[in-house]
């Protein structure tokens, strides 16, 4: 896809072989809810039960081409079909005052560029304008302050699991995707 050989793939993912191609390539990629798109064609030959952890998803340039995708990856195996009918809701967020974004442009344990944490900061302003909610900049706690008896608030926490990136949930259909500096 980062070669401009293919617009859009299909890849399976259990402990990020989706969602980390996606973040290091500056591509798109989704992780769909575990059963959302059957796995034949992409599992082993033959092979009809799934794996009890693994989803496949699709990978592509844009957020838009993932809706599509998965659009057509998504609905029961023809197993399954007689059983299930997959309906997905319409997206509830249609404009970016409907999002809340987390920003960490600060990591103690590891050091980000002045470059990249400038343009954090500049897609942060960006969406703010836009009116999208944006939280105060968020610092992981060092390994120190982890190991004290006061830890830090799970608000703080949960999104300190964030690397030096802005996760930015943008919907069609695709009900997550991750806005990326390139």
């Known amino acids: 896809i980062c070669a ?3 617009g859009i793939e299909v890849g399976s993912d259990i402990a990020s072989s989706i969602r980390n191609p ?27 039960s799934p794996d009890d952890i693994n989803v496949i998803g699709p990978l592509s340039r844009s957020a838009d081409d993932l ?17 299930y009918k997959l309906a997905l809701p319409q997206p509830a967020k249609k404009s970016f005052k409907d999002f809340r974004v987390a920003v960490m442009l600060s990591d103690p344990t590891s050091e980000v560029d002045r470059e990249v944490l400038d ?6 302003d960006f969406l703010a304008k836009k009116k999208a909610k944006i939280t105060a900049p968020i610092t992981r706690p060092s390994a120190e302050e982890s190991k004290s008896p006061n830890p830090p608030s799970p608000a703080k926490r949960s999104a300190s ?3 030096a990136r802005i996760t930015f949930v943008w919907t069609s259909r695709v009900q997550a995707s991750t806005s990326k500096m390139t």
């Open 4 to 6: 401009g050989l293919s």
């Open 22 to 48: 996606a973040i290091y390539t500056g591509i798109y990629g989704h992780k769909p809810t575990y059963g959302i798109c059957p796995p034949r064609g992409h599992a082993v030959r033959d092979r009809i």
């Open 67 to 83: 809706d599509a995708a998965l659009m057509v990856m998504a609905g029961p195996d023809e197993i399954d079909s007689a059983g």
């Open 119 to 124: 343009s954090l900061q500049s897609l942060a």
């Open 161 to 163: 699991a964030v690397p």
